[in-house]
């Protein structure tokens, strides 16, 4: 079975399962439900295509936030370069589908999950984030036993704390390992700041992001003055799409929650559309107190708790299947009746789901399976052993 094969069944299982709510109204489909709508989608691919306009860097969407392989190549067809994903599975499943250059933006660690990177490298352009030499040399060897190269980017922490090198030196050094190992291609620097996200205030955030590429640059410099390749720097997100995306020294915008806008972005960044709810019931009404049928094993709770899409009543809590929330006179729905929600977080939203439900003016025109949901979703790194 080859990854090919298995996101042709996951197409189909998601047809045979869900296929019969095609042509019929969202309001329609049991609950919970994630509903895409197609046309603020595609406004915000545009959006997104368009304030990159006269800028150096290249738009890389992260599509681990919608994990949707139809929908990633929706936004190549619109004009983005390949997509970013965080997991060697992901990488598999997008490669499956047909996308040509795929960025892993994480480290690639255990030797089941190097074997994939490596066999998947044959055949199309991956490029994989490393900050350790031992796991260089593992990359080179299992590079080298497939008979593929692999294209690296070294990567510097800016100030978030996760991976990269914490200093110009080291990521010198893991520059210099890079380019001498045989079956690595050195592309460049990743630096992803994701502590900025967390920062609500426009011009803090801004400073931020400006302070991070200050100290990408340093190393894009460094490796310059060693004669290191450095073509390639790939950082940034939707919080500072129009920060990092518009510096001149970056050259990938990794952003991608714009594509679907949940209540955390939103509260971020003005300019695009709502285009995920989940689709609730409500299960219950006592007095102001209103119960719905979407928890947390639902829906994305992380960093702000889902709102109803369009009002502004804040949810109380969020069980694990129910959502509670606080609402007076003027809140009409009753039992029985169909609320939507914003989801929190739709990177940890989409995963809990077998599918997505796309609607046209609330009536659904088709369903993307969400591929791959976890690790190994499927077997697909069996499938490039
Ligand atoms: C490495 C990396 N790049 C980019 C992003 C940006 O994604 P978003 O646009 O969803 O904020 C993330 C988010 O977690 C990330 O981890």
Same mark, same amino acid.
């Given at each position: 079975?080859?990854?090919?094969?298995?996101?042709?069944?996951?197409?189909?299982?998601?047809?045979?399962?869900?296929?019969?709510?095609? &042509?019929?109204?969202?309001?329609?489909?049991?609950? #919970?439900?994630?509903?895409?709508?197609?046309?603020?989608?595609?406004?915000?691919?545009?959006? $997104? $295509?368009? /304030?990159?306009?006269?800028?150096?860097?290249?738009? *890389?969407?992260?599509?681990?936030?919608?994990?949707?392989?139809?929908?990633?190549?929706?936004?190549?067809? !619109?004009? !983005?370069?390949?997509?970013?994903?965080?997991?060697?599975?992901?990488? /598999?499943? $997008?490669? /499956?589908?047909?996308?040509?250059?795929?960025l892993i933006a994480n480290q690639v %660690?255990?030797?089941?999950?190097?074997?994939?990177?490596?066999?998947?490298?044959?055949?199309?352009?991956?490029t994989v984030a490393v900050d350790d030499?031992?796991n260089i040399?593992?990359?080179?060897?299992? !590079?080298?036993?497939? &008979?593929?190269?692999?294209?690296v980017l070294v990567e510097r922490d800016v100030?978030m704390?996760r991976c990269g090198a914490r200093?110009?030196?080291d990521a010198?050094?893991l520059g210099?390992?890079v380019?001498?190992?045989?079956?690595?291609?050195?592309k460049g620097i990743q630096a992803y700041e994701g502590?900025?996200?967390?920062?609500?205030?426009?011009?803090?955030? *801004?400073?931020?992001? @400006?302070? /991070? $590429?200050?100290t990408a640059?340093?190393v %894009?410099?460094? +490796?310059?003055?060693?004669?290191?390749?450095?073509?390639t720097l790939s950082g940034?997100?939707?919080?500072?799409?129009?920060?990092?995306?518009?510096?001149?020294?970056?050259?990938?915008?990794?952003?991608?929650?714009? =594509?679907?806008?949940?209540? +955390?972005?939103?509260?971020?960044?003005?300019?695009?559309?709502?285009?995920?709810?989940?689709?609730?019931? =409500?299960?219950?009404?006592? &007095?102001?107190?209103?119960?719905?049928?979407?928890?947390?094993?639902?829906?994305?709770?992380?960093?702000?708790?889902?709102?109803? @899409?369009?009002?502004?009543?804040?949810?109380?809590?969020?069980?694990?299947?129910?959502?509670?929330?606080?609402?007076?006179?003027? +809140?009409?729905?009753?039992?029985?009746?169909?609320?939507?929600?914003?989801?929190?977080?739709? #990177?940890?939203?989409?995963?809990?789901?077998?599918?997505?439900?796309?609607?046209?003016?609330?009536?659904? %025109?088709?369903?993307?399976? =969400?591929?791959?949901?976890?690790?190994?979703?499927?077997?697909? @790194?069996? !499938?490039?052993?």
């Open positions: 079975m080859t990854t090919v094969d298995l996101w042709k069944q996951a197409r189909e299982r998601a047809h045979d399962s869900y296929g019969a709510h095609v &042509g019929r109204s969202a309001d329609d489909l049991p609950t #919970p439900a994630l509903v895409v709508d197609r046309a603020a989608v595609n406004r915000n691919i545009t959006t $997104m $295509m368009s /304030a990159l306009e006269g800028h150096t860097a290249r738009l *890389r969407p992260h599509v681990k936030v919608q994990k949707s392989p139809d929908l990633a190549l929706s936004q190549v067809a !619109a004009g !983005a370069i390949g997509v970013t994903v965080a997991t060697v599975w992901e990488a /598999a499943a $997008m490669a /499956a589908a047909g996308i040509t250059d795929v %660690v255990g030797a089941e999950k190097i074997r994939a990177a490596a066999v998947l490298s044959r055949t199309v352009n991956l030499e031992r040399a593992e990359l080179s060897r299992a !590079a080298v036993h497939a &008979g593929s190269t692999l294209r100030g704390g200093s110009v030196t010198v050094r210099r390992a380019h001498a190992a045989p079956g690595l291609d050195l502590h900025c996200m967390l920062e609500p205030d426009p011009a803090k955030r *801004r400073r931020f992001a @400006l302070d /991070a $590429m200050n640059a340093e %894009v410099e460094a +490796f310059a003055a060693a004669g290191l390749p450095h073509e940034g997100g939707t919080g500072t799409y129009d920060i990092t995306g518009h510096d001149p020294r970056v050259t990938e915008l990794q952003a991608g929650s714009y =594509v679907f806008m949940d209540a +955390f972005h939103g509260s971020l960044v003005p300019g695009f559309e709502v285009s995920l709810t989940a689709m609730s019931t =409500v299960v219950g009404r006592h &007095g102001d107190t209103v119960i719905l049928d979407c928890g947390r094993k639902s829906i994305g709770i992380d960093f702000v708790l889902p709102p109803i @899409l369009g009002l502004d009543y804040v949810a109380r809590y969020y069980a694990e299947e129910h959502a509670l929330f606080d609402v007076d006179a003027l +809140f009409t729905a009753d039992v029985g009746d169909r609320v939507r929600l914003v989801s929190g977080y739709a #990177p940890t939203t989409v995963n809990l789901h077998d599918v997505l439900f796309v609607a046209d003016d609330d009536r659904i %025109v088709d369903v993307w399976p =969400v591929f791959p949901r976890g690790a190994d979703h499927h077997g697909l @790194l069996r !499938a490039l052993s």
